[in-house]
RNA sequence: CGGGGUAUGGCGCAGUCUGGUAGCGCGUCGGUUUUGGGUACCGAAGGCCGUUGGUUCGAAUCCAGCUACCCCGACCA
């Protein structure tokens, strides 16, 4: 408890936060730029990026909140190993199948291995070896790590990236029927992921591409520097978000809610066309063609790894079942990429309090001096027993820099003590989002901020 | 994999055409100073100029090969 709440408040002095003044060249895109120069990211190799602290920070926040909601909807997670072997594919042809894309390496005994481009394979071995029964019935199991896929062309940072985090759940269910529930579970939780994230995604119609199967969407955000085409009616973007009050368990409620969010037209254009969307929508001004970013896909694919692997249940009648099975896939590391590019202004990144790295960034603005400093450490004190992540900037570089170094990082609410202020017994208050400033006393600063919280 | 480009301190660049042993801005470190939108000054560290080979008295610079990285097209979270 205590190691939490060090690791969750910082001092900048003590902090790795290695800020860039000037754009890499080799960034193109706003996210990109935006996540070397506030210090998230850094480039190994092609495609290749460590997770610096700001940075890691806010993808472990991201794998959290996609958690909370895949609990929610009744998954359960474990953790399965990055380096597979090869017979598991050979099993389901997809060995062959998968090309260049997949990692091959060989271990010491010359057996061939792989660096995991995804896990149905082996999760519906692990499922095999323990679950005969109907009455084990639905189980959905997710982990979150790393994967690598051998891109021809990774691009935009973390966007596409070859080593990447991927959060995959997979569904194992008796009959169809059953199976589309725990589809339509899936469906229900990643719009509340990404809404609680401050995005708007769009289901969209998709491809079921090597994965196989039949029933498929992708999850976009739209984004100007997004690798996806689209084809939306407008009113998926004023659709209501799905209550967390909502009964998992109720066929019909979840059936409900995944309707309302496809009865819209929407597909990408590897799915429909112009030609489809236009009739579908007659309004022109209800029609989104636009780019956007894939940041969850899910899949029914029924029993094409079942059957290929011998994944059977025994059935009320004795008789044995291929089970069906779909898969639900998000990419933290691309999300972390796309809410930025989603949300940020000329001055750089604005968090939404739900990832942000820290929740406050307090700036002293005249280190050395007493009174300041006693404020400033007074003000850390308070926010931090308040329960808020906070980031002091105690360093000695000046107003300015302090002023711009918060915007680019882009923390939701800036608590900036200096001198002139506390000449007048206040502090200033400023939410970075709409850049609202205000002066409080600063017996009020936490209040105030709780308050400024949670409307960002 | 096809097309285009780049490679010089942590980042951004100049120097290459016209060979003579590396420079600027920012950052970093030490100090002084300053402090309400990138404060100023002094000092310091940091680069066998991507790599291998060739030409030459001498190569960042000329020639050849290789490698890495970036951008444009087909795949994906």
Redesign the pocket.
Known sequence: MMQNQKARTMKLSKYFL?????????A?IASHRLMLRAGMIR?Q???IYSWLPLGYKVLQKVENLIREEQNRAGAIELKMPTIQSADLWRESGRYDDYGK?MLRIKDRHERDMLFGP?NEEMITEIFRGSVKSYKDLPLNLYHIQLKF?D??????G?????E?V?KDAYSFDMDEAAAVHSYNKMFVAYLRTFARMGLKPVPVMA?T???GGNLSH??VILADTG??RLFAHKGLLEETIPPASLDYDNVAAVQEQVTKWTQRYAATD?KGNEAEFHAAVSDESARIEARGI????IFYFGTKYSAAMNAQVQMPDGKLQHVHMGSY???P???VAAIIEALHDE?GIVWPASIAPFHVALLN?????AATDTAAQEAYAQLTAAGLDVLYDDT??????K??????IGLPVQV???????AEGKV?L?IRKTGERVSVAPSEVVKIVQQMLKNV
């Not at 290695?18 to 080799?26: A, C, G, S, V």
């Not at 891109?151 to 935009?156: A, D, S």
């Not at 894939?294 to 896909?297: L, P």
């Not at 603005?365 to 001096?369: N, S």
């Open positions: 290695p800020i860039l003044r000037d754009t890499p060249k080799e193109e480039q190799s092609a495609g894309e995804t896929r891109e021809v062309r990774p691009r935009f973390v966007m596409r990236s070859r990447f991927m491809d591409g090597p994965i992708e999850f690798e996806t590897e894939e940041v969850g896909h896939g998000i990419g590391t691309r999300l001055n603005l005249k280190v050395g001096d000695q570089d000046g107003p300015g820099a002023f711009k170094t918060a915007d680019l900036i003590i200096g001198p002139k202020g506390l200033e400023k």
